[in-house]
């Protein structure tokens, strides 16, 4: 099975400082929809992995996150995509979970569900914690320009191996080519 994992604020939409906390500020960023589509059409599942802290900041509730995600599976349908699964933290920094990324709770849910080793299965995330988080169960770490990626790209501690690219379109080109 070829899977991907891929970050949702700054790689598939817009992300926002004030969050995203509403379907009508779900934006995706061009070509993002595309590159899903692409992806799926030749086989690959999709699971989006997400930090999503304006539950714990009372910026959103769950009831809204599920109104944004439906909003995303809508709009990827439409492109001709599909993504296969969403795994996300509720909680903030300072609740000291195992699943907000940096650390790997929510790749292991992910191994658990889908039952499989996650080592060497592509993460793309424009954060460093999204790149940590994944490299701790093996996976090829991606980086996007957008969002936070263009300044992630400076980070001291990125993981040697991590193949940089301009946005989810090119990674995903990169990868159906290789």
């Known amino acids: 099975m070829k899977l991907i994992v891929l970050d949702r604020d700054g790689v598939i939409n817009r992300d926002s400082e004030a969050y995203i906390k509403s379907p009508d500020e779900w934006q995706p960023l061009s070509g993002s929809l595309e590159a899903i589509a692409q992806l799926h059409r030749a086989g690959w599942k999709i699971v989006v992995a997400t930090n999503q802290s304006g539950i714990a900041r009372k910026l959103l509730d769950e009831k809204t996150l599920a109104a944004i995600h439906a909003k995303m599976h809508c709009e990827v349908q439409k492109a001709g995509g599909w993504i296969d699964d969403i795994v996300y933290c509720p909680h903030g920094p300072e609740d000291d979970c195992a699943c907000r990324k940096p650390r ?75």
């Open 104 to 178: 790997p709770g929510l790749f292991h849910q992910i191994a658990h569900k889908w039952h499989i080793d996650l080592h060497g299965v592509p993460c793309v995330g424009d954060s460093l914690r999204d790149l940590q988080a994944a490299r701790q169960l093996g996976c090829e770490p991606i980086l996007v320009l957008t969002g936070n990626g263009a300044t992630t790209r400076t980070a001291v501690d990125l993981p040697i191996e991590t193949l940089v690219f301009p946005d989810l379109s090119d990674a995903a080109r990169h990868l159906l080519a290789s």
